[in-house]
Nanobody, 117 residues
Framework: QVHLVESGGGLVQAGGSLRLSCETS????????MSWYRQAPGKQREFVAW???????NYADSLKGRFTISRDNGKNTVYLQMTSLKPEDTAVYYC???????????WGQGTQVTVSA
């Protein structure tokens, strides 16, 4: 069973950057894609990005160019580098795992990101 723990959230000013980390533990041969989602207050959870074991990536169109997903297989960690942050990026960011992109079988507990104007 896979366990996910996010870190790196916090308060940042608009225009700033943050890097989120998602450390995975446990093993599951069915996990081929790691993803990031986010949920802003009063809104539905939305897709941010995913990355496969082989390194293929996919991003929400609105976030391309500002957010970058990456992984370090040796550290069992997935990262989300966020740049040029805007107040509308304020949300709880969740790490997720699944057999393919857009299919989630395991969620992390989330980490809060707050961007001040």
């Amino acid at each position: 069973q896979v366990h996910l723990v996010e870190s790196g959230g916090g308060l940042v000013q608009a225009g700033g950057s943050l890097r989120l980390s998602c450390e995975t533990s446990g093993t599951s041969f069915s996990i081929n894609a790691m993803s990031w989602y986010r949920q802003a207050p009063g809104k539905q959870r939305e897709f941010v990005a995913w990355i496969t074991r082989g390194g293929s990536t996919n991003y929400a169109d609105s976030l391309k160019g500002r957010f970058t997903i990456s992984r370090d297989n040796g550290k069992n960690t997935v990262y989300l580098q966020m740049t040029s942050l805007k107040p509308e990026d304020t949300a709880v960011y969740y790490c997720a795992a699944g057999p393919v992109g857009f299919t989630v079988t395991t969620w992390g507990q989330g980490t809060q990101v707050t961007v001040s104007a």
